[in-house]
Structure formats: C-alpha cells, structure tokens
T-cell receptor, first 111, second 113 residues
Framework: SQQGEEDPQALSIQEGENATMNCSYK?????LQWYRQNSGRGLVHLIL?????REKHSGRLRVTLDTSKKSSSLLITASRAADTASYFC???????????FGKGTRLHILP | AAGVIQSPRHLIKEKRETATLKCYPI?????VYWYQQGPGQDPQFLIS???????DKGSIPDRFSAQQFSDYHSELNMSSLELGDSALYFC????????????FGDGTRLSIL
C-alpha cells in the first residue's frame, strides 16, 4: 500500500511567498527524502532527513520530521518562478534499499 | 558532475512488441533502481540491483525483466507490450550504504500505440 501521502495535492502561491507541503507515512522509517520533478523530467534529490533528526535546512528549504505523528513537512521560503514543479516525499524503511514515493504536490508559483 | 544516463529518451512501440531501456549509473555507484511513472502518478518501484545481483523487487510485471552488467549499467527488457505500459521509466543509482540518496536519470518516455 502507499507509504507516503502528501497534501495539498496542488498549491498555487505568489512569487516571494513561502510554500509548505506535508507528507504522512504509515510505517517506521530509516529516513525520509524530498524530491522535485519538473514536468516530464527526472526527479532531483533535494534533502534527506534521518529518523533521529527533527529538522534540517538546505538553502531556502526547511524540512521537519515528526516520527510520533509519522509526518514531514517541506517549507520553501521566498518562492521563485523556478520552484514551479511537483514535489514528492519518499521514505526508506528499515531493512529496505528501495524508497517509496508519495503522490506528490504540484506547486505553481505565480508571477 | 556525471549524472545517470538513460537511453533512449523517447521510444514508440506497438502492442505486443518488445523494448529495451538502458541505464548508465553515476561512476562508482553500485546500485541501480528502476521506477515506472504513469501520467500524473507517483513513481512506482519496479526492481533494483546491487553488484549485478537483484536486490529487491516491486511491482514489476512478469513480462518485464532486468539485469545489471559487469560495468554496472542496467537494462530493462519489456515484452508483449500493452497500452498500459505507456509511462516514464526512470533509472536511479546510488551507493550501497544505508540512507544514501538516489540520483535519477531524465527517464525514457515509452509510448505504446
């Protein structure tokens, strides 16, 4: 069954605003990763947060992980038109080597 | 820096034909993963290889097979193609260490007529 569920499914915001996307999962995980996908292109790894970490930053990205609620959030600050893409969370379970993707959030940054 | 290379980028086939997709991982990466992404869908894991041996298997149809060669490149072979096989097929590579991120290629877009 689907490991990751994301919300919202789609998000439109004005350039310069912050965008927040959420991901929930079902089983215990080793780590959670966020990927970006531009239309018809490959997935680009953004950030990885391990199960013993609560928050991580990378540039304009901030990721939180709450293992008690089995949820994560991705915050993109000061959004730009180039941030328009689909964002997927993906989880790695203990003992697995494959990651399981959620359904993704389509982010549209309005000029 | 070198990335994951997939070929071909686009492939058009007819029903019941066969197709072979190729993946060249990032140098020194020893693990390869294959994913299928239908229109508007999330990527679905198909199969993975570590050091030329199958390491995990997902929702890969019996009509599909894959292997990893001695130079670490991988091929996904698809037979008796069906309309529902139309999708983007991604390959990713990583180092076989727990929690290493996967690096994806740009995918092969397979269209079945």
């Amino acid at each position: 069954s689907q490991q990751g569920e994301e919300d919202p499914q789609a998000l439109s915001i004005q350039e310069g605003e912050n965008a927040t996307m959420n991901c929930s999962y079902k089983t215990s995980i080793n780590n959670l990763q966020w990927y970006r996908q531009n239309s018809g292109r490959g997935l680009v790894h953004l950030i990885l947060i391990r199960s013993n970490e609560r928050e991580k930053h990378s540039g304009r990205l901030r990721v939180t992980l709450d293992t008690s609620k089995k949820s994560s959030s991705l915050l993109i600050t000061a959004s730009r038109a180039a941030d328009t893409a689909s964002y997927f969370c993906a989880t790695l379970r203990w003992g697995d080597d494959k990651i399981i993707f959620g359904k993704g959030t389509r982010l549209h940054i309005l000029p | 820096a070198a990335g994951v290379i997939q070929s071909p980028r686009h492939l058009i086939k007819e029903k019941r034909e066969t197709a072979t997709l190729k993946c060249y991982p990032i140098p020194r990466h020893d693990t390869v993963y294959w994913y299928q992404q239908g229109p508007g869908q999330d990527p679905q894991f198909l199969i993975s290889f570590y050091e030329k041996m199958q390491s995990d298997k997902g929702s890969i149809p019996d009509r599909f097979s894959a292997q990893q060669f001695s130079d670490y490149h991988s091929e996904l072979n698809m037979s008796s193609l069906e309309l529902g096989d139309s999708a983007l097929y991604f390959c990713a590579s990583s180092l076989w260490r727990e929690g290493q991120p996967q690096h994806f290629g740009d995918g092969t877009r397979l269209s079945i007529l």
